[in-house]
């Protein structure tokens, strides 16, 4: 049995009375003293150089006091994915260009007494433009004779991964598969739409509110645009109303800091619905070649993959998440000859950039459903073939002979077959009407941190109040799921307090000590570790404390906010003892700072499982039942567990089957609302069963490991296999979309 009393218990996120009741502050809800509102001007055209600018009606509506264009404002070129200092990334973004490159560029910016007089001005800008050629596909994006959308052609990067001898193992091949499987770009869909407040004072000192994840590098970026100081920039992340990605990347902000330094008063800039799916982030769209050989059992003895992505009008996150994918291909697994190659696509759309997955459920859906057609065209269950290829605990990453920590995935494959009985159903399958079922499987995996690719490092400050509580000081963004309530309950796990002892301040750039951000699913894995180790230290320093204080030498305990001794219990002193000595004798307070780095790249994995009903006569589909079972080491918080795998089950449903960008010839997007963009509703959703399995991961904190993100990558392929066992047919793309009659 646990020793531990926290670690493994229900907690809900520690801001959920404050969210429930109201009381919680966003920024959309924040107000400043003689406050301005701006509203923006974004680009009608895909492609097109701007000529000219007429502002001089929109200057002579009341209350306007600024307009911000390409011709009054700083041309410097950045990336909105910087992660630190001297991240190398191409940069080729302004934050007005002088050549929009999709509709929904930013053109102009109005800041003005009202929201309402902003938006009246808006309208009266009028914009010349020389229209250029649109290409809105990377496969025509990527031809010789197609016009480059930035200087030196429309291929950011062209990237390989590789293993084995591929080509000599096709030669030994039984069966060789090749498919070509293409996924759209969709919206993240957080509740909260994209907000930002500025103030730049007269002191030329600006701080901002906005609810990223990335606040650290949002205080670069700013500095490098605005050309000033670092010390002379605060970012302040208030409460976040959900981001999967989509706040990761710096949109609005230098818009409302320009206005805001402008006009030396702060500017709130709130984007709506319309215009966050038109002009903010979306996930990677991509075109993926999958080539697989097998022996006739279906063991897997060489893969080639060709993938283009979709990155959109600008680079951004375009060689991280290609980066990412490349490498997650290799952790799932025993292949001995696999080969990679990925390019990054400009095209005339809206920037892709990060999103819950980071690469993993494009190439996921490609490879997990071919390996299901593998399946039916050798007559093999796909849960055998899964088994035969995947990874064993100790297994090791086949590029890189590296070990894989504790994966177990095996573990998962069997759960979940016996959870949703999956060789009852399979020999079961019915039809009845136009109905008809299927069953479906796929596996996924997704990393944990950044280790590998480039610093993963986190810094927190912890100290002990006069009362007996404590203060966590933290450059976490909690985005709605517990981060935040997790690393406080591994600090009451340590020092022997129940986690509402724990008060925390959160990512503030001139409070807080640095962290990474918040993406890559570094919650657990290392920013609990931190927190973890953070208190370790303390506890140090409380008990040698508590023994100067008790005059005693013996092995000393934390239980229940007192110091006690583990041969006499009588002999104890209270934490509030101890702080209050420190603060009248020693003249200091309890405090520690502490950096942790990440020590190792490991894999988190999943195996999900779905039941669909397919009308063959209208093609409409149901998922009806969906078992996830997750390889997480340890459980820290299991009610926020089970509230991160339903909510990627939710997203990743939607992904299969109702979302995605569509364009018009000319690069608009015509589904720009959530009355034409269909996400997956709770009234879609079908009968889900989640399941943990708790295998210690060594170098996890209490031996866990992290889930945000593995929770969505499976869930398509899942579903693409269903469909494709209900109709016997092949599914190559998303949203899977069935022909009337078929």
């Given at each position: ?43 009608s055209v895909a492609h097109a150089n701007i000529k000219n600018i007429d502002i001089s009606e929109a200057l002579k509506v009341p209350g306007v006091r600024a307009i911000a264009t390409c011709f009054n404002t700083p041309q410097t070129k950045y990336n909105s994915a910087l992660r ?220 080639d993959i060709k993938m283009y992505t979709n990155t959109g009008a600008y680079a951004s996150s375009a060689l991280n998440v290609m980066g990412a994918l490349s490498h997650k291909i290799y952790k799932v697994y025993k292949i001995p000859n696999m080969r990679f190659s990925g390019i ?399």
């Amino acid at each position: 049995m646990s020793k531990e009393k926290i670690i493994g218990n229900s907690y809900p996120v520690k801001d959920a009375n404050l969210k429930v009741t109201g009381q919680l502050k966003y920024v959309g809800d924040m107000k400043l003293p003689n406050m301005l509102y701006a509203k923006m001007l974004f680009s009608s055209v895909a492609h097109a150089n701007i000529k000219n600018i007429d502002i001089s009606e929109a200057l002579k509506v009341p209350g306007v006091r600024a307009i911000a264009t390409c011709f009054n404002t700083p041309q410097t070129k950045y990336n909105s994915a910087l992660r630190f200092f001297e991240h190398d990334i191409p940069k080729t973004e302004a934050v007005f260009p002088r050549t929009v490159r999709y509709v929904g560029d930013r053109v102009a910016a109005v800041a003005a007494e009202t929201e309402k007089a902003a938006k009246e001005a808006i309208k009266l800008i009028k914009v010349e433009y020389e229209e250029l050629p649109v290409i809105l596909d990377v496969e025509e994006a990527i031809k010789e004779e197609a016009i480059h959308i930035h200087p030196g052609g429309n291929k950011v990067i062209e990237m390989t991964a590789n293993a084995g001898d591929v080509d000599k193992a096709f030669e030994e091949c039984y069966r060789i598969f090749e498919d070509k499987y293409e996924v759209p770009p969709i919206h993240h869909g957080a509740i909260e739409t994209h907000v930002a407040i500025a103030q730049y004072d007269y002191t030329d000192k600006l701080t901002l509110w906005t609810p990223t994840q990335n606040t650290f590098a949002f205080r670069i970026l700013l500095s490098q645009i605005m050309d000033m100081p670092l010390h002379k920039i605060r970012v302040i992340r208030p409460t976040i109303g959900g981001a999967f990605g989509g706040k990761l990347e710096m949109t609005i902000e230098p818009v409302a800091a320009i206005l805001s330094r402008m006009t030396k008063r702060p500017v709130k800039l709130v984007l709506d619905r319309t215009e966050t799916i038109l002009t903010t982030r979306v996930r990677h769209g991509a075109v993926v070649y999958m080539k697989t050989g097998v022996k006739d059992d279906g063991t897997i003895l060489a893969q080639d993959i060709k993938m283009y992505t979709n990155t959109g009008a600008y680079a951004s996150s375009a060689l991280n998440v290609m980066g990412a994918l490349s490498h997650k291909i290799y952790k799932v697994y025993k292949i001995p000859n696999m080969r990679f190659s990925g390019i990054p696509v400009y095209t005339n759309t809206i920037t892709a950039g990060a999103m819950r997955g980071y690469g993993s459920p494009q190439v996921f859906m490609a490879q997990q459903t071919q390996l299901g057609k593998i399946a039916r065209e050798l007559n093999l269950d796909l849960i055998e073939i899964q088994k035969k290829n995947s990874v064993e605990p100790n297994g090791v990453d086949q590029r890189f002979n590296s070990p894989l920590g504790n994966p177990r995935l095996l573990d998962c494959i069997e759960k979940g077959r016996e959870l949703f009985k999956w060789d009852e159903k399979k020999n079961s399958k019915t039809e009845e009407g136009s109905w008809v079922k299927g069953i479906g499987m796929a596996i996924g995996a997704h990393g944990n941190g950044v280790f590998g690719a480039h610093r993963d490092v986190i810094t927190l400050i912890l100290k002990l109040n006069e009362d007996g509580t404590l203060t966590l000081i933290t450059g976490t963004h909690d985005m709605g799921n517990g981060t935040v309530t997790m690393q406080t309950q591994m600090i009451a796990e340590v020092l022997g307090v129940t986690p509402d002892k724990v008060e925390t301040f959160e990512t503030d750039t001139d409070a807080c000590a640095w962290n990474l951000g918040d993406y890559a699913s570094r919650g657990v894995f290392v920013e609990g570790a931190a927190a973890k180790k953070t208190a370790e230290k303390l506890k140090e320093l409380i008990i040698s404390d508590a023994k100067e204080l008790l005059e005693v030498e013996d092995e000393l305990e934390l239980v229940e906010g007192f110091v006690v001794s583990k041969s006499n219990s009588e002999k104890r002193v209270s934490l509030s003892d101890i702080a209050v000595n420190s603060q009248k004798v020693k003249n200091r307070e309890l405090t520690v700072i502490e950096d942790y780095a990440s020590p190792a790249g490991l894999t988190s994995y999943g195996a999900h499982f779905a039941e669909v009903l397919v009308n063959k006569e209208t093609g409409e589909i149901k998922v009806i039942d969906f078992v996830a079972v997750h390889d997480v080491g340890r459980m820290i918080n299991p009610i926020s567990l089970e509230g991160q795998l339903e909510g990627g089950i939710q997203m990743g449903l939607g992904y299969a089957l109702s979302e995605g960008y569509v364009f018009d010839e000319k690069g608009k997007p015509i589904n720009n609302s959530f009355t034409t963009y269909k996400m997956f509703r709770t009234v879609d959703m079908p009968k889900i069963t989640t399941f943990f399995i708790e295998e210690l991961e060594e170098k996890g904190p209490y031996g866990a490991k992290s889930i945000g993100e593995c929770a969505v990558v499976p869930v398509a392929p899942a579903v693409c296999n269903a469909v494709a066992d209900a109709l016997n047919i092949d599914v190559n793309e998303l949203p899977i979309k069935i022909k009337r009659g078929v």
